[in-house]
T-cell receptor
């Protein structure tokens, strides 16, 4: 079946540190992949996406590359800020979904300290 | 601003009460869905709709009803609230169930959520 596995958190970094949040997936065919961010008390916001192998999604300094060979979509940022503190969700959309259901990882909490 | 609007943001219910969580979108999206978010369990799909007049069950539909009389609105009804329904509820929409839309638009837009507590 389809599933998403994220590295467990919480992740605590100092400001300007390099961020990597690992995400691997299991899916049939070629799913679309997403990273969503949830700031405290808010809903999920689409951070970036990739719809085919080797695509790189990027937004607000965050990047993730769709790696079919390793079934991964790791999130990276070169220099985090305190304002990046949030919960990050990796998700996939199965290519032949009957329900439109997004498959989410468990979420990774990021805390950035000044 | 265009997007998905959910009301209310917070609600406390007593066991056995009923209520409706509202969801509205102004992006002319055909696909709408409801998720619940619980600690350690991620987001789980409750119900979804691929267009006005069409609804179907997700993975955790029991205790919830939905209807889709217009493209814009997709309310979620709790018929008789139970403590197990304490959760954060998110409504989401997209051009289609695959997330793909015209002009390269792609993705699912989420509302800001409703935090429901059943006591």
């Amino acid at each position: 079946g389809n599933s998403v596995t994220q590295m467990e958190g919480p992740v605590t970094l100092s400001e300007e540190a390099f961020l990597t949040i690992n995400c691997t997936y299991t899916a049939t065919g070629y799913p679309s992949l997403f990273w969503y961010v949830q700031y405290p008390g808010e809903g999920l916001q689409l951070l970036l996406k990739a719809t085919k192998a080797d695509d790189k999604g990027s937004n607000k300094g965050f990047e993730a590359t769709y790696r079919k060979e390793t079934t991964s979509f790791h999130l990276e940022k070169g220099s985090v800020q305190v304002s990046d503190s949030a919960v990050y969700f990796c998700a996939l959309s199965p290519p032949q979904s009957n329900t439109g259901k997004l498959i989410f990882g468990q979420g990774t909490t990021l805390q950035v300290k000044p | 601003n265009a997007g998905v609007t959910q009301t209310p943001k917070f609600q406390v219910l007593k066991t056995g009460q009923s209520m409706t969580l509202q969801c509205a979108q102004d992006m002319n999206h055909e696909y709408m869905s409801w998720y619940r978010q619980d600690p350690g369990m991620g987001l789980r799909l409750i119900h979804y709709s691929v267009g006005a007049g069409i609804t179907d069950q997700g993975e955790v539909p029991n205790g919830y009803n939905v209807s889709r009389s217009t493209t814009e609105d997709f309310p979620l009804r709790l018929l008789s609230a139970a403590p197990s329904q304490t959760s954060v509820y998110f409504c989401a929409s997209s051009y289609s169930k695959t997330g793909r839309g015209p002009s390269g638009n792609y993705g699912y837009t989420f509302g800001s959520g409703t935090r429901l507590t059943v006591v």
